[in-house]
C-alpha cells in the first residue's frame, strides 16, 4: 500500500485548507479511513475518521464542526477540509486505513505516508 498526503502549507489563523491522500496497492473502497494529526515528541491523534461507504464520520472534539472529512472511492482519494484553523491545528497529517476494536480506531496499515505538514501562524 502507498499512501501519499498533500496540501498542507503555512496559513493564517482562521483560514482554511483541503488536505488529500491518494492511496494505491489496496482496495481503497473496501477500508474505513482516518485522518491522524502528530507534533514532535507527541503521539499521533486521531483527527477524523470516515467509514468505507462515506455514509458516517467522526470527529475529535477540538476539530468539531471546523473540519470535514470525505472520500471518492472512484479515485482512492481522501480529504479532509479544515476551516477556521487555530494555530494549534499545527502539526503533521497523516492518513491511514482504521479498524474499531477495544473501544477504539486503530491504524491499519504499518507503512505509514511522509504526512503535509500545515502550519497555523500570523
Known amino acids: 500500500v502507498q499512501l501519499v498526503e498533500s496540501g498542507g502549507t503555512l496559513v493564517e489563523p482562521g483560514g482554511s485548507l483541503r488536505l488529500s491522500c491518494s492511496v494505491s496497492g489496496v482496495r481503497f473502497a473496501l477500508y474505513g479511513m482516518a485522518w491522524f494529526r502528530q507534533t514532535p515528541g507527541q503521539q499521533r491523534e486521531l483527527v477524523a475518521q470516515?467509514?468505507?461507504?462515506?455514509?458516517?464520520?467522526t470527529y475529535t472534539a477540538s476539530v468539531k464542526g471546523r473540519f470535514t472529512i470525505s472520500r471518492d472511492n472512484t479515485e482512492n482519494t481522501l480529504y479532509l477540509q479544515m476551516n477556521n484553523l487555530k494555530p494549534e491545528d499545527t502539526a503533521n497529517y497523516y492518513c491511514n486505513a482504521v479498524d474499531f476494536y477495544d473501544g477504539n480506531y486503530h491504524s491499519r496499515f504499518a507503512n505509514w505516508g511522509r504526512g503535509t505538514q500545515v502550519t497555523v501562524s500570523s
Open positions: 470516515i467509514r468505507s461507504t462515506g455514509d458516517s464520520t
